[in-house]
């Protein structure tokens, strides 16, 4: 059994900055690609950024140069640094992560969320 726990959400003004981690934990044979997501109120879950078990990472038009996504293997933890956070970042963030487990069976799993809310 395989778990992600995210954490480092909360209430930031505009303009402000936060670091959400995510690490994996149990039965964890190899982790693919690593991905956050966010889903604001009333609108669908949209990918934020991805990066892959060698580093390449993409990110959606709305986070480019101020959303920086990195991975520490050793520690089997993705971070998101979000720097000049808008109210329009407002949303649950997810990660997401492909890993084969110990039974080298594919699986796709899915943090619990954390709150990010930018308000002055």
């Known amino acids: 059994q395989v778990q992600l726990v995210e954490s480092g959400g909360g209430l930031i003004q505009p303009g402000g900055s936060l670091r959400l981690s995510c690490a994996a934990s149990g039965s964890i044979f190899k982790i693919n690609d690593m991905d956050w997501y966010r889903q604001a109120p009333g609108k669908q879950r949209e990918l934020v950024a991805r990066?892959?078990?060698?580093?390449?990472?993409n990110y959606a038009d709305s986070g480019k140069g101020r959303f920086a996504i990195s991975r520490d293997n050793a520690k089997n933890t993705v971070y998101l640094q979000m720097n000049s956070l808008k109210p329009e970042d407002t949303a649950i963030y997810s990660c997401n992560a492909k890993i084969v487990g110990t039974n080298l069976v594919f699986y796709d799993y899915w943090g619990q969320g954390t709150q990010v809310t930018v308000s002055s």
């Open positions: 990066i892959t078990s060698g580093g390449n990472t």
